[in-house]
């Protein structure tokens, strides 16, 4: 599919996508998409070689959200698989919006259009930053190479900033937290409007959104002890449940990823649905605790319709 559809030319690929899609509305597939979304920002997508992070154009954004409004049917995360596993033949395949990170734009820029589209959405937030600003290390990276400064000096490696922040993640937590705080002496306080306050939780609380939990420390978890595994899926999860009024039972693993040994752990402190960043198709098959999500192109509206008539033609095969 990805060979054919970088053969194809510009003009034919929403049509080949669009005639993809109904042809498999028509199949008895029982399949559905999560997608995931970081920060949405309002001065165009970032993914340049100096870029640590990229982020999604607000316009793409929102020609995406209304792409899935009218291709897809649009439900909350935690319903998902049950969607999956009830399609029927000729229904519209179901899929789920989340947002993940303690981001000021999941307020500023993509409650108002999830507003606008009435589209249902689950955010993943951290909680480190309920009562004070805080920016985790791969904001100060950015912070640090949006200045010009020397951040290879980091890990005393000539690398590109993408690259040196796959290394940094690769790290264990304990030295993460070091190169974070060098960082931070590097480019100085994080900025006042850094992460989100428990306002901001309250606000898409009340906004009728579904928060779910991603890990104070965002540490990734796979290689984490059996101990410090049940720290990281307790740590500030009661302080953020306050912010949000509700029970947290849905979890996104950070950096999407998870193993049966993680999903265990997480089944075994109560959370009931967890999200990876497989980039799959769910299937009827997928285990709740390892739902697997896509993120979406930073490029244009028809590579993002073909990168799900894609997932959904690999599903379950």
Partial sequence: MRRLWRTLPGFLRPVVARTLELALRLSARR??????????RADGATGAERDVARAHDNALFEAQLRHVRRRYRLVPARELLGAVRA???????????????????????????LRIAGAPATFFLCGASLDRPYAFWWERLQRAVDSGLDVARVLGEPLAPQ????RIEEETPSRRKEIGDELGRLVGEDPPGSGMRAKDVRALAEAGFEIGFHTRRHDRLPPLSDALLRDALSDGRDALE?????????????HGRADQRIAGAARAAGFEVGFTGAGEAVTARSDALLLSRIEPSFTDLASFAGQLVDALLRAQR
């Fill in 31 to 40: 399949a559905g998409l999560i997608l995931v979304y970081h920060a949405v």
């Fill in 87 to 113: 399609r029927r033949r000729g229904e519209r395949f179901p899929l789920a919006l989340t947002f993940d990170d303690d981001l000021p734009t999941h307020v500023q820029t993509a409650l108002p259009a």
């Fill in 163 to 166: 690259t040196l922040a796959l």
């Fill in 242 to 254: 306050a912010a949000a009024a509700c029970r947290m039972t849905m979890i996104a693993y950070p």
